[in-house]
T-cell receptor, first 112, second 116 residues
Framework: TQLLEQSPQFLSIQEGENLTVYCNSSSVFSSLQWYRQEPGEGPVLLVTVVTGGEVKKLKRLTFQFGDARKDSSLHITAAQPGDTGLYLCAGALGFQGGKLIFGQGTELSVKP | KAGVTQTPRYLIKTRGQQVTLSCSPISGHRSVSWYQQTPGQGLQFLFEYFSETQRNKGNFPGRFSGRQFSNSRSEMNVSTLELGDSALYLC???????????????FGPGTRLTVL
């Protein structure tokens, strides 16, 4: 059973298009992180959201944490080829120390 | 500040052998977590060490073990390797593990293990 459902799994778009990636769960997370991973490398942290309803922006990327802290979204405006990669959401459940639950990931390909 | 380092980056072993992977966390970070990443299962939590003690453990068999040293460096060991153990093994470090629900982890580049 996947605790954190991420969708879509694959996304292929043209440069300049907008896109949204979703992470959904029936569980409440104390915090949620978004990572980007390139082939053969470890995930790189993009953002952490902690408060329900929180919105954070990182240049063309907008991250939102659901009011109930069960879901999150990543929106990319005017995607560029450099945005290509695997996007992962990861949630922390309560006080479970250094344990993150990961979604299955979204493979994004942005074509010039 | 140097990031998380992992050695070796690549490893090829045969079934039945055992392997030890090493992870050096970001300076000042005391929590180290290990994850296994495969195409089919994605990233799965193995275990976490904090102050030389295992604090959390995932659902992996006892063949997977780890330890942490006083300088926060960590090792994980896999005994009696199976073909299904082929994966990217990632370690992540954190400075405030689980403090008030805030659990920001920084990952190393991983060790690619291939079991033949």
């Amino acid at each position: 059973t996947q605790l954190l459902e991420q969708s879509p799994q694959f996304l292929s778009i043209q440069e300049g298009e907008n896109l949204t990636v979703y992470c959904n769960s029936s569980s409440v997370f104390s915090s949620l992180q978004w990572y980007r991973q390139e082939p053969g490398e470890g995930p790189v942290l993009l953002v952490t959201v902690v408060t329900g309803g929180e919105v954070k922006k990182l240049k063309r990327l907008t991250f939102q944490f659901g009011d109930a802290r069960k879901d999150s979204s990543l929106h990319i405006t005017a995607a560029q080829p450099g945005d290509t990669g695997l996007y992962l959401c990861a949630g922390a459940l309560g006080f479970q120390g250094g344990k993150l639950i990961f979604g299955q990931g979204t493979e994004l390909s942005v074509k010039p | 500040k140097a990031g998380v380092t992992q050695t070796p980056r690549y490893l090829i072993k045969t079934r039945g052998q055992q392997v030890t992977l090493s992870c050096s966390p970001i300076s000042g970070h005391r929590s180290v977590s290990w994850y296994q990443q495969t195409p089919g299962q994605g990233l799965q939590f193995l275990f976490e060490y904090f102050s030389e003690t295992q604090r959390n453990k995932g659902n992996f068999p006892g063949r997977f073990s780890g330890r942490q040293f006083s300088n926060s460096r960590s090792e994980m060991n896999v005994s009696t390797l199976e073909l299904g153990d082929s994966a990217l093994y990632l370690c992540a470090s954190s400075s405030v593990p689980g403090l008030a629900g805030y659990n920001e982890q920084f990952f190393g580049p991983g060790t690619r293990l291939t079991v033949l």
